[in-house]
């Protein structure tokens, strides 16, 4: 599933290439990916056709572009394998294409292509409304719920150790809470562990102020050389807006490598290896000895 670091590579190509754009003609191919557009097909091809886009943003691994009347915006969530492609025209539809807007900016036409295989994410049109506690920037209604990244600047992690130390949780679970922060996904969350050297059973209300300015620095770390890298590519699924794939997998110190070498274990002349355990129907891993279990651990 595509996480911050590659939703931001994403929303960057689309800043790029729509910014300033009029949308000329919209083609639905699969109504499906509009499913959370409650008025339907129709209403979004009217509502979006003649629109000026603006800037793009995100919260999370929520993406928007917003128009230029200034209340409304196109929101787009990937899913687990949604894609947006800036392509022109005469470049052959990629297969499963459910959605494709015409844009045209400086005389030059060109297609925003919304790509799912799976059919997981989705586009549709909301009302931007001002956040809680920034009311100047505005924000989707339907994603005034989500908490801020890691790299907004303003997270706070004096914010995020307040609300740590009141839930009862594991570390991990609440990284991967949507409404405490938003963006760290699976991947994210085991290589920020891993570089602030903390287990992903630790009860959340045992963190001390600077164990979690520690792992939501880590996590910051790690989404920017992510970044830099054009995000994790496993599988074609996830791609830019070109179609290129990111090459982070390659800089992964735990994620996907059960049973090989911690590295920094190994630089310490020792081989410690990475174990890989189930959670929340999914995978943790870890190293035993850079991230030992909690005397107080909850799984």
Request: charge should be positive; charged fraction near 25%; include cysteine.
């Amino acid at each position: 599933m595509p996480e911050l670091p590659e939703v931001e590579v994403v929303r960057r190509g689309v800043q790029q290439w729509a910014n300033n754009a009029h949308v000329t003609a919209v083609e639905i191919l699969d109504q499906r990916s509009l499913r959370r557009h409650v008025d339907g097909p129709e209403d979004f091809i009217f509502r979006l056709v003649g629109q000026r886009l603006e800037a793009s943003y995100r919260r999370g691994k929520y993406l928007w572009i917003a128009f230029d009347e200034g209340y409304r915006a196109i929101v787009i969530h990937l899913g687990m394998s949604g894609q947006v492609l800036v392509s022109d025209p005469d470049i052959a539809d990629p297969k499963h294409l459910k959605i494709r807007i015409t844009i045209c900016r400086d005389d030059r036409v060109q297609e925003l292509r919304f790509v799912d295989q799976r059919i997981f994410g989705g586009l549709y049109l909301d009302t931007l409304v001002p956040a809680q506690d920034h009311p100047e920037e505005l924000i989707p209604q339907t994603v005034a719920h989500i908490g801020r990244d890691p790299l907004d600047p303003l997270f706070s992690a004096e914010a995020m150790f307040r609300r740590l130390r009141k839930k009862k949780s594991s570390l991990k679970r609440a990284l991967l809470d949507q409404s405490v922060s938003s963006g760290i996904g699976n991947i994210y969350a085991d290589e920020a562990l891993f570089r602030a050297r903390l287990h992903y059973a630790r009860p959340t209300e045992t963190l001390t102020r600077n164990e979690v300015s520690r792992v939501y620095t880590a996590a910051e770390q790690v989404m920017r050389l992510a970044l830099a890298q054009g995000g994790t590519s496993f599988d074609t699924l996830y791609v830019n807006v070109n179609g290129e794939s990111g090459y982070f997998d390659r800089s992964l110190n735990v994620y996907g490598r059960e049973g090989k070498p911690c590295l920094v274990c190994r630089d310490d002349g020792t081989y410690t290896l990475i174990v890989r355990q189930k959670f929340m129907n999914r995978s943790s891993y870890y190293c035993p000895k850079c991230q030992p279990v909690p005397r107080r651990a909850r799984w």
